[in-house]
Every structure is written in C-alpha cells, then in structure tokens.
C-alpha cells in the first residue's frame, strides 16, 4: 500500500472571507457575492464624485482595484496563500452623476503564482462605465 499524496484541493485551506478597508467603508462600497469564479460589489455615485459633479475617475479605480484584488485573494487562500497587486490598468469608457455602479470582477488567469483579472463598472442601466485589468501576484500569507 502507498503513502497517501498531499490534498490540494480547494477544500483543504478556508476561504477568505471580504473585509472592507477604511478607503471601501468611506466610499460606500457593498459586497453582493464572493467566490474564486466571481466577486461582485457596488458603489454609491454619490460622495464618489469629482468636481464637476462626474463619478471620479480615481473612484472607479480605487474600487475596482479592491474588487479584484479580493478576488485574487479568495483565489490565493484555496492555497493557504494571499495576494498582492502588481499591476492594474483601466480604460473609461463613460462617466456617471447619480445612481451607483456595480463592479464585477472575474478571473482572465488564476495561476499559483500570478493572477489576472477582468474589472467592469456599469450603471443601474447595465452600461459599461469602465474596464479594469488587475494582475496580483501570489504569496505566502505572513502570519
């Protein structure tokens, strides 16, 4: 009879669960779902704009980044890992003045080392406001 192999499976580490950070409870942020294939939150427009009464762009960056790095991380903790951003990049496409936006975040890559991930921002009216790529890198959680 063999040595058993080692589990790897998803089960064996619990996943992380999403905690708002300061920058997410001052922005209004609310989380809808959580899981490795999909996070999704959204965002009140209001208290998030700029001075010409337009969602901010650093807004929908700010938020967009946190989606998908809390991603990365339910990602990373089916691994006993954690995740750090390395890269992200966003394209407006339109700009909103009421209302809120929904941020959806699903994974383009989830490696054991890198992540990628695709952001959307849409409107009540389900239109594209932005497009985020986020990249996080995979590490060994510090306890």
């Given at each position: 009879m063999s040595a058993p192999t080692p589990d790897h499976s998803p089960t064996q580490h619990e996943l992380w669960k999403i905690t708002l950070?300061?920058?997410?409870?001052?922005?209004?942020?609310?989380i809808l779902e959580e899981s490795v294939e999909r996070v999704v939150a959204t965002m009140p427009v209001e208290g998030n704009r700029q001075s010409f009464g337009l969602l901010h762009g650093g807004a929908s960056l700010a938020v967009g980044e946190?989606?998908?790095?809390?991603?990365?991380?339910?990602?990373?903790?089916?691994?006993?890992?954690?995740?750090?951003?390395?890269?992200?990049?966003?394209?407006?496409?339109?700009?909103?003045?009421?209302?809120?936006v929904t941020i959806t975040a699903t994974p383009i890559h989830l490696g054991g080392t890198l992540t990628t991930h695709e952001v959307l921002i849409t409107n009540d009216a389900g239109q594209r406001l932005c497009t985020l790529r986020i990249t996080n890198?995979?590490?060994r959680r510090h306890k």
């Open positions: 950070g300061e920058l997410d409870e001052k922005m209004g942020v609310k946190a989606v998908g790095s809390w991603a990365a991380v339910i990602h990373a903790s089916t691994m006993g890992k954690t995740a750090v951003g390395v890269d992200v990049s966003a394209t407006h496409h339109r700009s909103a003045r009421e209302g809120q890198l995979l590490m």
